[in-house]
């Protein structure tokens, strides 16, 4: 009965577009009027212990050092790169917002600020050679969900810590599943751009000393994934210290390589982050508030009963689930579905047989499916609102990026040797 009144509390209050964080914290308090063996200290103490982790540093470290990768030259350098990679392609511009995102999401771990960056710098020109805004503003969107799962991608982290998952092995499953989504994009760009006669006319292929100059330029930035992930994978260091080494490689790089940031642009860039990283934290303390009632009242157990009584093969729980998650994607923040949902489906994981980090990276990629859709995304009002692009118009050109998106996300589902075949080897 209580958790009924706290779901429908909360229902409430997400369509009177109550800010997410605040519409977990009351909807929480109100269990704490149906039970009075708890005082409502216990829900600050939650919140505050949902937050008091060490890993959880991580996502604040790997997030300032995304930001300053706009700040430092970095992206402009990687740009660069994918540029010259992609220009004999059949819609070069549209396969350089693939690349790059990427690319970058090996840098920011942020598919947020991955699709605002690439909204403010490819879009407009996309748009001056001949694209449609509203698929150019789709694209970035779409192409922006490759992020998370990259490492060091902050929804990967989440995930580890909630789940209590190995975060190395994580930033390992990320690799091979991020590539097949840029390959599958790539691939749609191509007889897009084919079938519109988008840049297909017969261009200069890049020379040997165009490629390696680009190189050059973005070897430095294209190094830190490599770097965290090998020194996580060799126990150099953790997942945190990891975050750590990023943040002074991106100012290493800013300040002493390219010498392009100045201490005006670093006090902007840290001062982002701030606003950027709050705004998280308060979303995980609410969301482990809540994840606490929800444990408290065995709703992870008595879902795992219900769904090995009536789902008996791993097949169809991964179709069930795929269901669930798209449906609550639609209403629900990405972030707030991993602090709430993993621990749920981490007990009916053991029912099935399933590897949790296989799980994960499908999971990550059904709930980042969600922010592309009405009437709560995330990512799709970010990419409007800085291209100014109507949302019918996005929801109208979305339509075959999210039956992409789909395919990959069964894709990684029914063949688990793309997300464990890199941990695996490395294990």
Sequence with gaps: MEIAVILCVLIVLFLLNVPIAFALIISTSVYFLFDESFSSTVLIQRMVGGIESVPLLAIIFFMTAGVLMNYTGITSRVLRFAEVITRPLPGSLAQVNVVLSTLMGGLSGSNIADAAMQSKILVPEMVKKGYDKSYATVLTAATSLITPIIPPGIALIMYGYVGNV????????????????????????????????????????????????????????????????????????????????????????????YREMKLKQLISALVETVHTAASILIIIAAGSAFAWVLTLEQVPQQMTV???????????????????????????????SIIILTPLFMPMLQQYGIDPVHFGIFFIVCISIGTLTPPLGTIMFTTCSITGTKVEDFIKHSIPFLIVLIIAAMLIAFVPGISLWIPTIFS
Excluded: Q, W
């Design 166 to 257: 190995s975060i190395g092995k994580l930033f390992l499953a990320g690799v091979l599943p991020g590539i097949v989504l840029c390959l599958i994009f790539m691939i749609y760009v191509h007889f897009h751009a084919k079938k519109n006669n988008l840049e297909t006319e017969n261009k200069k292929k890049f020379t040997a000393k165009e490629f390696f100059f680009s190189l050059k330029d973005a070897l430095l930035a294209l190094l830190l994934p490599i770097i965290i992930i090998g020194g996580i994978r060799f126990g150099a260091f953790s997942a945190t210290e990891a975050g750590a080494i990023a943040v002074f490689y991106a100012l290493f790089l800013g300040l002493v390589v």
């Design 306 to 336: 219900f769904m090995a009584d009536y789902i008996s093969s791993p097949i169809m729980f991964f179709i069930i689930v795929l269901i669930f998650l798209l449906i609550v994607g639609m209403f629900v923040e990405g972030n707030v």
